[in-house]
């Protein structure tokens, strides 16, 4: 382990950790990480399969004195979502995620951390080769490609695990008991257009919105943060009025991240030159002044370059273009009426992609309640039909339904009450957690979510707080040695 995280504590899940930073490991590209799962369980000798989508299942006996409790689950995904700052030169494919020390935190250098879900990942990792914590029988479930569309989850056939209770181990949230959680679904808008030629003598620009924190489409979504799709789509409605020619677009990038940079090259005639730039000023000035408590760091700027032979977004397009992006929900949409503080629906303009005759607008829509993440759905859809697009939905995974009842949450409730003399909170989130997935082929197994804190999950700004990391693995040893006897 490295000198930087070698003094840290419990030294099992940061020696893993590193270990498991240091592979690629991106959704839908986990095949060198699912070969590191493999022969870590080989290297211990334990019982270890991969499935037919490729997750991991990695078993162990009960510790001595321990047969008759109820078999375990513990569960975390596999890959980690790869977002990098502009001026950061990194290659995700083949470099590892560099790491240093902030205090209490551990952050990444300008890139995305991975402790989202590499820590649970590691702290099971400790478990598995531990020789002297008490535990059940554990079946360790590592899944891939969470987040991007949960697959792993979904391809998990009936009969695979044995184990009675689940624990996810994918919780933001330290003083945190997950016991629900939304559903989602991909929405896609794609149409083609024949470019246009730019007539005059337009001078070219480059509108740029950059600098916001970005973060978690789910945890973070009701934090009132940017959009940088829709500041830049607001930007360019002020503009309408000076029939400016739209070349381009590239705003934003993984569905579950809200878009922190966006971007757009225009050319304006030079007889609305002068007053473009001028409302461009005005309303730069007004998204800063509404954001200032949130996105201390929001940077808009407009600066002109040499356009070459570029063509552009016929005119009616262009304007139904930016008029659909502007009218399409982004954010909350519905607050739950059952749980207090809870999100219970919402999206995320994610991608707006314009370029070489392809208009591409990628949404995710997250609810706790089918329905209405239907209602949210289909309204996008007729926003981006108005428009001529193509509109599909793929991806819809279900909500986890709490279970207020469950025997698993009053043992975490009284270990973290005597742990901590203080009562955890019992929540629902609004991220999507594999839960409600795995629960459809294994309806009977008690589940429940929980870890460490970590902020700005999705973003170059992700850390994880190392006190919060020793809480965690205090809980989780602690609850393993106190897991219920078999009722058979």
């Not at 381009?248 to 878009?259: K, S, V």
Request: glycine letters at 8%.
């Amino acid at each position: 382990m490295s000198l930087m995280l070698e003094q840290l504590e419990p030294k099992s899940i940061w020696e893993n950790f590193e270990a498991l930073n240091a592979i690629p490991r991106a959704s839908k590209k986990e095949e060198r990480v699912i070969q590191f799962m493999i022969d870590f369980g080989l290297k211990l000798n334990l019982e270890t399969q991969k499935d037919a989508v490729g997750n991991v299942i990695i078993r162990k006996p009960a510790s001595v004195g321990m047969e008759k409790h109820k078999t375990v689950v513990l569960q975390s995904h596999l890959d980690m979502v790869h977002q990098k700052n502009n001026d950061t030169v990194f290659d995700f494919d083949s470099e590892g995620i560099s790491m240093w020390i902030d205090g209490d935190w551990v952050r990444a250098e300008g890139t995305t951390l991975g402790a989202d879900n590499g820590i649970g990942v590691a702290a099971i990792m400790g478990l598995l080769a531990a020789s002297h914590i008490s535990h059940p029988a554990l079946e360790a479930l590592f899944t891939i490609d969470e987040e991007t569309g949960m697959t792993g989850a979904m391809g998990l056939q009936g009969g695979v695990l044995t184990g009675d209770i689940l624990l996810n181990l994918d919780t933001e949230q330290d003083d945190e008991i997950d016991i629900g959680c939304a559903g989602g679904i991909d929405i896609t808008a794609k149409l083609t257009y024949t470019p246009e030629p730019i007539k005059g003598q337009a001078v070219g620009y480059k509108l740029a919105v950059k600098g916001l924190h970005g973060g978690h489409s789910g945890m973070e979504i009701h934090k009132g943060l940017g959009n940088a799709n829709k500041l830049l789509n607001r930007v360019l409605y002020r503009l309408m009025p000076y029939d400016i020619y739209l070349v381009e677009i590239d705003g934003g990038g993984l569905r579950n991240a809200i878009p922190r940079e966006s971007w757009a090259t225009l050319a304006i005639l030079p007889q609305y030159e002068a007053a473009a730039l001028s409302v461009i000023e005005d309303e730069v000035q007004a998204i800063k002044n509404e954001l200032s408590t949130t996105e201390d760091g929001l940077d808009i700027t407009c600066l002109s370059f040499e356009l070459e032979k570029a063509k552009a977004l016929p005119g009616l397009l262009r304007d139904q273009l930016i008029k659909a992006v502007y009218a399409a929900p982004n954010g909350v949409y519905r607050m739950s009426a059952d749980f207090e503080g809870l999100v219970e629906t919402s999206n995320n303009i994610a991608r707006v992609v314009v370029r070489n005759g392809e208009l591409v607008i990628k949404c995710l829509t997250r609810s706790s309640v089918e329905s209405s993440k239907t209602d949210l759905a289909n309204a996008l859809k007729c926003c981006f039909e108005l428009m001529g697009a193509n509109v599909s939905f793929s991806g819809d995974y279900p909500g986890w339904t709490p279970k207020a009842d469950s025997e698993i949450l009053k043992v975490f409730q009284i270990s973290y009450e005597e742990l901590f003399q203080e009562q955890p909170s019992v929540v629902a989130c609004h991220a999507g957690l594999e839960c409600g997935i795995l629960g459809k082929n294994y309806p009977a197994m008690d589940m429940i979510s929980f870890g460490p804190t970590i902020l700005g999950a999705h973003s170059p700004q992700e850390r994880v707080s190392i006190r919060s990391v020793q809480k965690f693995w205090t809980l989780l040893t602690h609850v393993l040695q106190n897991i219920p006897l078999k009722t058979k």
